[in-house]
């Protein structure tokens, strides 16, 4: 009675495996419709903090990620072939989940640094940004950022903000925040006195009707924003810049940030 058992498991398997190969040969639906052939795209999993207006966000309308970053790299993906599989992530972690193989890039306002050359490879700058310091509208105490020693400072984990934060006053006065979203509100709900950022989100920001918020002092720190890539994953660092060559040279480059900043490239 085994053996008849085994045999007709052996039999079963057989013919899974014939109906299998009869399936792979038909033609799949979409593609017997257009007529195309159906090319299966590589995915290009990339990951970001969509917490950063105006360049990854949730569009409060359609509760779809939006943002600069997020149509640069859906055009990237569409000039290098690649289908484009975008997840939202705390920023503290995207370098992690790179070198974990979790996703294949990381675009989130991510600026270039030294340190974080170390571990990844990034991709032609992209954005020229810098650090600045966001004050209540009220406050006229704390003018730039030598005068915020002592000062209790709210900033996002992992940034360079938070970098930067912690040269001017010790840590114990700092608060970190997974977004940075949360580190606005808290200056806002006067729970801190500054928040050091990226000047283009504190700009937005303040724009977006939140004129309680003011900006002081100068641009901090002279910041480049890069796609960054594992290290080992060097053909997807060369497709990725070769797109973003092609996109500016086009013009597409171009009309994305003008849609999103109001003015030419810098
Ligand atoms: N440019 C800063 C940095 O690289 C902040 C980026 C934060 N990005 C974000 N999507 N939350 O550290």
Same mark, same amino acid.
């Given at each position: 009675?085994?053996?008849?058992?085994?045999?007709?498991?052996?039999?079963?398997?057989?013919?899974?495996?014939?109906?299998?190969?009869?399936?792979?040969?038909?033609?799949?639906?979409?593609?017997?419709?257009?007529?195309?052939?159906?090319?299966?795209?590589?995915?290009?999993?990339?990951?970001?903090?969509?917490?950063?207006?105006?360049?990854? &966000?949730?569009?409060?309308?359609?509760?779809?990620?939006?943002?600069?970053?997020?149509?640069?790299?859906?055009?990237?993906?569409?000039?290098?072939?690649?289908?484009?599989?975008?997840?939202?992530?705390?920023?503290?972690?995207?370098?992690?989940?790179?070198?974990?193989? @979790?996703?294949?890039?990381?675009?989130?306002?991510?600026?270039?640094?030294?340190?974080?050359?170390?571990?990844?490879?990034?991709?032609?700058?992209?954005?020229?940004?810098?650090?600045?310091?966001?004050? @209540?509208?009220?406050?006229?105490?704390?003018? *730039?950022?030598?005068?915020?020693?002592?000062?209790?400072?709210?900033?996002?984990?992992?940034?360079?903000?938070?970098?930067?934060?912690?040269?001017?006053?010790?840590?114990?006065?700092?608060?970190?925040?997974?977004?940075?979203? @949360?580190?606005?509100?808290?200056?806002? *709900?006067?729970?801190?006195?500054?928040?050091?950022?990226?000047?283009?989100?504190?700009?937005? &920001?303040?724009?977006?009707?939140?004129?309680?918020?003011?900006?002081?002092?100068?641009?901090?720190?002279?910041?480049?924003?890069?796609?960054?890539?594992?290290?080992?994953?060097?053909?997807?660092?060369?497709?990725? *810049?070769?797109?973003?060559?092609?996109?500016?040279? *086009?013009?597409?480059?171009?009309?994305?940030?003008?849609?999103?900043?109001?003015?030419?490239?810098?």
């Amino acid at each position: 009675a085994v053996k008849f058992a085994l045999l007709a498991l052996m039999l079963l398997s057989l013919a899974v495996a014939a109906v299998g190969c009869g399936g792979k040969e038909a033609p799949k639906e979409p593609a017997k419709e257009t007529g195309k052939q159906d090319v299966a795209k590589t995915k290009l999993v990339v990951g970001a903090d969509a917490t950063f207006a105006p360049f990854e &966000f949730t569009d409060p309308a359609t509760g779809k990620y939006t943002g600069f970053d997020v149509e640069l790299i859906q055009a990237i993906c569409e000039e290098a072939g690649y289908e484009l599989d975008f997840r939202s992530m705390g920023f503290d972690g995207l370098i992690a989940a790179l070198q974990t193989n @979790q996703i294949d890039a990381v675009i989130s306002g991510m600026t270039i640094t030294e340190d974080r050359k170390k571990i990844v490879n990034f991709s032609e700058p992209y954005y020229k940004s810098g650090l600045v310091v966001a004050v @209540q509208e009220k406050n006229n105490q704390i003018k *730039n950022f030598d005068e915020l020693q002592g000062k209790k400072i709210a900033v996002q984990s992992g940034t360079t903000g938070a970098l930067h934060a912690e040269k001017a006053t010790s840590k114990d006065k700092i608060t970190y925040f997974t977004s940075s979203d @949360q580190a606005m509100l808290e200056l806002k *709900n006067g729970a801190v006195d500054a928040v050091v950022m990226d000047y283009p989100v504190t700009a937005y &920001f303040i724009q977006q009707g939140n004129k309680d918020v003011k900006m002081v002092g100068e641009i901090l720190s002279a910041e480049e924003y890069g796609i960054a890539v594992p290290k080992e994953k060097t053909e997807t660092l060369e497709k990725i *810049n070769t797109a973003l060559k092609t996109l500016k040279e *086009n013009g597409k480059y171009g009309e994305i940030y003008k849609k999103w900043f109001g003015e030419e490239p810098k």
